[in-house]
């Protein structure tokens, strides 16, 4: 099992940037963000796999792509989101999640490990 820590929500205004962050205790092949408004399903946001080539792949909702970016320092097992030109409809929780090559990277259930979550909230 990975423990996974995410950091760096907050409040912003539209238009303005975040970049959360998620330290795993190991590394896992594939760590993806997930985000829930009150009253919603958890959604999808993005993925990042990294091969046993060495080969990263990052995957995006059709909502945040082009405004967000994974990136991923495996030497820290860490992966950052970067979240700029960001709207109201952005505000969630934002849970990091964590599991093997296999699977959908946007099916919450083919995730075995997740983090707690972090706040972010956009003001208009």
């Known amino acids: 099992q990975v423990q996974l820590v995410e950091s760096g929500g907050g409040s912003v205004k539209a238009g303005g940037s975040l970049r959360v962050s998620c330290v795993a205790s190991?590394?896992?092949?594939?760590m993806g963000w997930f985000r829930q408004a009150p009253g919603q399903a958890r959604e999808a946001v993005a993925a990042?796999?990294?091969?046993?080539?060495?080969?990263?792949?990052?995957f995006y909702s059709d909502s945040v792509d082009g405004r967000f970016r994974l990136s991923r320092d495996n030497a820290k097992n860490t992966v950052y989101l970067q979240m700029d030109s960001l709207k109201p409809q952005d505000t969630a929780t934002y849970f990091c999640?964590?599991?093997?090559?296999?699977?959908?990277?946007?099916?919450?259930?083919?995730?075995?490990?997740w983090g707690q979550g972090t706040q972010v909230t956009v003001s208009s």
């Open positions: 190991a590394f896992a092949a594939c």
């Open positions: 999640a964590a599991k093997g090559i296999l699977g959908l990277w946007s099916a919450p259930g083919d995730y075995r490990d």
């Open positions: 990042i796999y990294h091969y046993s080539g060495g080969e990263e792949v990052a």
